[in-house]
């Protein structure tokens, strides 16, 4: 501050003709003592021990530079800025101080925490650090810091496993209490937002019994306490510091110190007596010399002669030259290129205030200016302890932190960072590790948000991020794969001609027609014998007809299905069975009048001659196709995809449209095999080598019982397999039918013709 002051007294732009005065106390960061000194000041009262010999006894006091603690900031403000007087504190950083309401006269020229403890959970969380401890100074500093810190780590989803706070003159057990939390402790991180003075104290306890390696992230307090480095424990520590500066000069005018300057100060004779280890006194103690005026401070190798780390020093200086710009604007003008300036001008306090906050100027390449609540704009250096070839821990930049940068540009890292045991690796420092894609998190039950168990996703649903907090459904027709972190298409699935199922079915389908056609064909060769005459040869061959369309359908119900597949399936099998029905139910119609015929007096035969019979399977074979035209028209059968039976894979297969009419379809057609069933058991008994009476009986039982089995098969299965059982039921029962009714028949023709006679036919024994 003096060596400001001198240099702006010896300008020739700043302040021309005007000198600045000034009075320095010590606050001894205590608060009593901080108010004593306000009060004091206030008072005009001359307490100074170093007073320039220019500075006229009528000087005003416009300002105040300090203090460097936060919390006798707070105190010295509440006092002085009643009466509107600036405070100028280089180093006290709370942000409580931020608020004009409480604090209207209040200025920094150093970031206040609220930057600060947004960029240390940006560090934190830079790094991929989410479980951390944390401790500070119980004092308005740490309270406030580490308030703030926690509300920005909150905000970027970290946690905190403690929050411990003690200040260096607590009792040892408290101090002994936060080591023994930090020993056993989980979290390998630790945010210390702290003074000097009471991380010293806590280290000092830590070394008696070091705990397993942490990694320390420092606030800009402590960060760059060289004496904090001796604990080699702390080495790899990062934090943000203030900005190393640059002030020409300063380094000279420390050096320009004499014996006789320092005896004149008692702040400057305790250092230089601790310097040199000599007393400036006349009585010497009996462990020190004299000192004899040989000391040269250009070989003192000392904190006060390195200007190589200047940071809190160089806003000391731009806080001095802060207030002297405001006065300069406040008291001078420019005219004709010269500056004239009033000296015995009466400032007013208010104007003053007004002017101060308005300042905007560059010292030495170095920004100084004040916002709306009296805050300078952020600038923090990212510092790294790391250890020389020497072994000695040194103060390393390694990046930085500007607050003046767009969001997500502010935090820069520049070089490699040396971690905590001298690693190179980012340590790790989770309370659960991350939940891989394909699960999903789980918060454990009474612990903070970072604490989760990774639980699979359940069936049908996916996660494809890591960390994720939910799982999420997949598309109605696609599925998980087996690790459950992407969905795929569901297989689609229909009985296809590539199986071995439907080939079997296909095979069996076309074997049962061409064995109607070649029983057909027996029949026609053999048409004229007395075997195939005898059992209505006109009916037979349309029975074999309607068989051979009965056994070609099935094939319509292999393949993936279309609009015109669906309702050819459908109704091709309802009207090819009604048909194949109609011709079994005319044949046993045929037998009852035959054998009513042969009875004295009878002559029921003329009234279901041929023509009646072909009347008959046409008008029962016409009401089938009048039911499945009104099913197409009304309610078709038609292609979906059945997303319901299986969860993993699409079932491609035929709606029924109407499932009424689907219904009267199956019913008519057991309707009149129950009725054909019904005449043949009445007719099973009738004297006559060719009756067909018994074999139609055993060819309906089988007909029935196959399409009575078939309806709880056909609910019950699931898939491509309803199609499956639907083929087997019509194969199944168009087998029972020809074989039934026509494998005798052909047997005998084919293999015992001395019984297909007239003679054999006529034989009544």
């Given at each position: ?19 600045l005065g000034?009075q ?22 001359d ?15 416009m300002?105040?530079?300090?203090d460097?603690?936060?919390t006798?900031?707070i105190?010295?403000s ?12 280089y180093?006290?950083?709370c942000s409580c ?16 925490d ?17 479980w ?13 810091g ?11 989803g970290?946690?905190v ?13 408290k101090?002994?209490r936060?080591?023994?939390?930090i ?50 424990f ?31 100060s ?5 250092f ?7 007393s ?13 005026g ?20 160089n ?16 008291v ?14 009466s ?8 002017v ?22 952020a ?5 790294n302890?790391q ?6 821990i040194e ?9 003046s940068?767009p969001?997500?540009?502010e ?23 991350s939940?891989p ?5 789980v ?5 903070p ?18 960390d994720s ?5 997949c598309?109605?027709e ?14 689609v699935e229909?009985l ?7 080939i ?14 070649i ?6 060769h ?14 037979s061959?349309?029975?074999?007809f ?20 669906c309702?050819l399936r ?5 009207i090819?069975?009604?048909?194949c029905?109609?011709?079994?139910l ?8 035959a ?5 004295p ?7 279901f ?24 028209l009304l309610s ?9 039976t ?30 054909c069933?019904?005449l ?30 078939f309806?709880p ?18 194969l ?11 494998a ?22």
């Amino acid at each position: 501050m003096i060596f400001a002051i001198e240099e702006i007294n010896n300008s020739t732009e700043l302040l021309p003709g005007i000198k600045l005065g000034y009075q320095i106390y010590d606050s001894c960061a205590s608060v009593l003592m901080a108010s004593h000194i306000s009060f004091q000041m206030l008072n005009g009262q001359d307490a100074a021990f170093y007073k320039s010999r220019n500075c006229s006894q009528s000087g005003e006091m416009m300002a105040v530079v300090g203090d460097s603690g936060s919390t006798t900031s707070i105190s010295i403000s509440r006092i002085i800025g009643s009466f509107n007087i600036p405070l100028v504190s280089y180093f006290a950083t709370c942000s409580c101080l931020s608020d004009k309401q409480q604090f209207p006269t209040f200025f920094r020229t150093i970031p206040s925490d609220q930057f600060q403890a947004d960029a240390l959970a940006k560090l934190v969380k830079h790094f991929g650090w989410t479980w951390i401890g944390a401790v500070h100074s119980d004092t308005d500093y740490g309270n406030y810091g580490m308030a703030s810190f926690l509300a920005a780590a909150q905000r970027e989803g970290i946690c905190v496993e403690y929050s411990e706070s003690f200040y260096r003159t607590d009792p040892h057990r408290k101090i002994q209490r936060v080591a023994d939390v930090i020993r056993r402790s989980t979290a390998r991180i630790i945010v210390a937002f702290m003074e000097s003075g009471d991380l010293t104290v806590l280290l000092e306890e830590l070394a008696q019994e070091p705990p397993q390696p942490r990694q320390w992230i420092g606030s800009e307090d402590w960060i760059t306490d060289p004496q904090l480095m001796a604990y080699s424990f702390c080495a790899g520590a990062i934090g943000f510091a203030i900005q190393q500066s640059v002030i020409p000069g300063l380094r000279e005018f420390l050096l320009d110190l004499s014996p006789s300057e320092a005896a004149a100060s008692s702040v400057f004779t305790e250092f230089w007596e601790d310097a040199f280890n000599c007393s400036l006194a006349e009585r010497v103690e009996s462990d020190k010399r004299v000192c004899d005026g040989t000391e040269d401070m250009e070989t003192l190798n000392s904190p006060y002669t390195d200007t190589s780390q200047i940071r809190i020093t160089n806003m000391v200086y731009k806080a001095v030259y802060a207030i002297a710009h405001a006065i300069h604007n406040a008291v001078c003008q420019e005219t004709n290129f010269t500056t004239q300036c009033e000296k015995d001008v009466s400032i007013n306090y208010k104007q003053f205030l007004s002017v101060m906050k308005k300042i905007n100027i560059s010292k030495n390449g170095y920004p100084v200016s004040f916002d709306a609540n009296g805050d300078p704009v952020a600038f923090y250096e990212l510092v790294n302890w790391q250890k020389s070839e020497s072994g000695v821990i040194e103060l390393v930049t390694v990046g930085y932190y500007d607050a003046s940068l767009p969001k997500g540009q502010e935090f820069q890292i520049k070089r490699k960072i040396t971690w905590m045991d001298g690693g190179t690796q980012v340590p790790v420092s989770v309370c659960s590790e991350s939940c891989p894609p394909g699960t999903h998190k789980v918060l454990q039950k009474g612990k903070p948000i970072c604490c989760y168990d990774c639980i699979p996703c359940p069936e049908g649903e996916i996660s494809n991020t890591t960390d994720s907090p939910d799982c999420f459904p997949c598309p109605s027709e696609s599925w998980p794969n087996a690790q459950r972190d992407a969905c795929f298409p569901k297989p689609v699935e229909f009985l296809s001609y590539d199986e071995v199922l439907a080939i079997i079915l296909a095979a069996f389908s076309v074997s049962g027609a061409c064995l109607a056609i070649i029983t057909a064909a027996i029949f026609f060769h053999h048409r004229t014998t007395p075997i195939v005459r005898a059992n209505n040869s006109e009916l037979s061959f349309l029975l074999l007809f309607s068989l051979t369309l009965c056994f070609l359908c099935s094939l319509t119900f292999i393949g993936a299905p279309s609009d015109w597949s669906c309702m050819l399936r459908h109704t091709a099998f309802g009207i090819t069975f009604v048909l194949c029905i109609s011709c079994v139910l005319g044949k046993t119609v045929v037998v009852l009048m035959a054998f009513k015929a042969t009875l004295p007096g009878s002559n029921a035969m003329k009234w279901f001659g041929p023509p009646q019979q072909r009347m008959t399977v046409v008008f029962v074979t016409f009401i089938q196709v009048l039911i499945c035209t009104v099913w197409l028209l009304l309610s078709p059968p038609f292609p979906m995809k059945n997303l319901s039976t299986y969860k993993e894979k699409i079932i491609l297969e035929c709606a029924l449209g109407s499932a009424v009419g689907f219904w009267a379809v199956l019913g008519y057609i057991g309707l009149l095999a129950v009725f054909c069933f019904v005449l043949a058991v009445l007719a099973r008994k009738l004297p006559d080598n060719f009756n067909e009476a018994k074999l139609i009986t055993f060819s309906m039982l089988i007909f029935c019982a196959v399409w009575l089995t078939f309806i709880p098969a056909y609910v019950s299965s699931p898939g491509k397999f309803t199609v499956a059982v639907e083929i087997f039921a019509i194969l199944a029962s168009s087998f029972g039918l020809i074989l039934c009714i026509f494998a005798p028949k052909c047997f005998i023709i084919l293999f015992q013709p001395e019984k297909n006679s007239k003679k054999y036919l006529m034989n009544k024994n």
